[in-house]
Nanobody, 120 residues
Framework: QVQLVESGGGLVQAGGSLRLACAAS????????IGWYRQTPGKQRDVVAL????????YADSVKGRFTISRDNPNNTAVYLQMGSLKPEDTAVYYC?????????????WGQGTQVTVSS
């Protein structure tokens, strides 16, 4: 089982920056992709940024050029999200996500979430 623990959320003014961190443990060698989703009340959880085990990075269109995902090493033990030029619409609970593939199925693991609030 993969365990994920996020940190780094908080309150920031529009235009500011925040850095989220996620520590992963337990079977991280089997992770095929790791990254971040976000969710606001009443809406579905959407992908923000993902990085595959091969280093391929995907960003949501809404954050391209403002957010940067990175990880400590290829073993997926830590992943970060540097958020810049923050907007009020970036306000959400941000979840760390890890994907593991086994026997043709993809399994999702989630952290507990961290609140990011951007004031106007």
């Amino acid at each position: 089982q993969v365990q994920l623990v996020e940190s780094g959320g908080g309150l920031v003014q529009a235009g500011g920056s925040l850095r989220l961190a996620c520590a992963a443990s337990g079977g991280t060698f089997s992770i095929t992709a790791i990254g971040w989703y976000r969710q606001t009340p009443g809406k579905q959880r959407d992908v923000v940024a993902l990085i595959s085990s091969r280093g391929t990075i995907t960003y949501a269109d809404s954050v391209k050029g403002r957010f940067t995902i990175s990880r400590d090493n290829p073993n997926n033990t830590a992943v970060y999200l540097q958020m810049g030029s923050l907007k009020p619409e970036d306000t959400a609970v941000y979840y760390c996500n890890a994907k593991r593939q086994s026997w043709g199925r993809v399994y999702d693991y989630w952290g507990q979430g961290t609140q990011v609030t951007v004031s106007s």
